[in-house]
């Protein structure tokens, strides 16, 4: 059985070394010592200043629309995983969909503009599997119609535009540690911004609005990091690099294997370091999509599509007709892609679907 991906587990020694210091100290939740450990660890990994860290990728999302969003219109990609869509929505805010990009599949920024209404608040859009948007370009049309940005960068870790880490653009980034993205604590997650006071606001509202143990800033939810899951994260950072050099080395072999006379791939913009977290590959339409589904998942090969459906099929939002993505999201497989996937498995996954195509 191939999985599209399998979590990472690091030597359980290793594990049950962090779990020690709980069990000495006796703190298992609140921003305890392993807490402030992976903060600054991954500080430096990724070169950010503000971050907090939370108990999964969602909340963060939550958090920032809550403080940015205002209950109003929020400009977003259809081609995302369903939290990005649902968090507006669950926020009592509004998803207006904006096309995307058919070679970069982040959100068309060309397309923004028309989208703006004066109930717009807020641009929510996606790095697709860790590829950045036209932060650029976002920025400015921002700017220019008094808006905040938030970037969903759950696909990011590690990745890195304009020679610094992606996180440090929009006015709130989040990310997702779930055990199937390439950094892990289990479930977990982070949100960075740049602005101090934003920074403050958001760090109360992630444990309950306190300010201290009897003032409150104002309404808070509990989105807190347990020390359990902090001692994952500080237990398989150290293998981050390799785990990353070591798709970009099945990625490779991919790229040379598969036949891309009726195939192709995701467009990674310039200046950008890539994390090589997915590797997805669009086909002519849905038919062909199907007949590889279906001739992998014969030989117990399990690729997923993702993202699929496009979220303005979504049952809870209003339709909006999104020609690119639901083209996109008809015929784009993401293929299995892990540490520990032998060449002689993507040989063959290559193999059944050359023959396909
Ligand atoms: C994984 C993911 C999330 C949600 O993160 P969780 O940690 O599972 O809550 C949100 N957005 C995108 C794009 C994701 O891939």
Not at 202 to 224: P, Q, R, W
Not at 234 to 258: F, G, M, Q, S, T
Not at 266 to 283: A, C, D, G, H, L
Request: net charge negative.
């Amino acid at each position: 059985m191939i999985p599209v991906t399998k979590t990472f587990l690091p030597p359980l020694e290793e594990y049950q070394q962090h779990l020690k210091e709980i069990w000495n100290s006796n703190q298992v939740a609140n921003g305890g010592k392993l807490l402030f450990d992976l903060q600054r660890e991954l500080k430096g990994f990724l070169g950010v200043d503000n971050m907090i860290l939370t108990a999964n990728g969602t909340l963060p999302l939550q958090i920032a629309l809550k403080v940015l969003g205002e209950k109003g219109e929020v400009i977003t990609t259809p081609f995302s995983y369903v939290a990005t869509t649902s968090t507006i929505v669950w926020e009592n805010c509004i998803p207006v969909f904006v096309d995307i990009h058919p070679e970069f599949l982040t959100i068309d920024e060309t397309k923004i503009e028309a989208a703006i209404t004066d109930k717009t608040t807020t641009i929510l859009a996606t790095h697709v599997f860790g590829n950045p948007c036209n932060v650029e370009q976002i920025e400015i049309i921002a700017k220019k119609h008094n808006l905040k940005v938030i970037y969903d960068a759950a696909h990011c870790f590690g990745v890195k535009y304009n020679g610094e880490s992606l996180f440090n653009y929009g006015d709130i980034s989040t990310c997702s540690f779930h055990a199937t993205k390439i950094f892990h604590t289990g479930e977990g997650g982070a949100m960075f911004c740049k602005d101090e006071d934003l920074y403050k606001k958001l760090f109360y509202s992630h444990n309950f609005g306190h300010k201290g143990e009897e003032d409150f800033h104002g309404l808070g939810i509990n989105a807190k990091m347990s020390e359990l899951q902090a001692a994952m994260g500080l237990a398989v950072l150290p293998y981050v690099e390799n785990l990353i050099n070591n798709r970009k080395i099945i990625i490779e072999n991919y790229d040379c294997l598969l036949n891309f006379e009726k195939l192709r791939k995701i467009t990674i913009r310039k200046q950008s370091e890539w994390n090589y977290s997915y590797y997805p590959v669009i086909f002519e339409n849905e038919e062909k999509l199907l007949m590889v589904q279906k001739a992998l998942n014969n030989k117990k090969i399990y690729p997923r599509r993702y993202f699929y459906p496009s979220l303005n099929n979504l049952n809870y939002v209003a339709f909006q007709e999104m020609k690119i993505s639901e083209d996109i999201s008809n015929s784009i497989l993401c293929l299995p892609l892990f540490t520990g996937i032998r060449k002689s498995e993507v040989e063959i996954i290559s193999g059944i679907i050359n023959n396909i195509v």
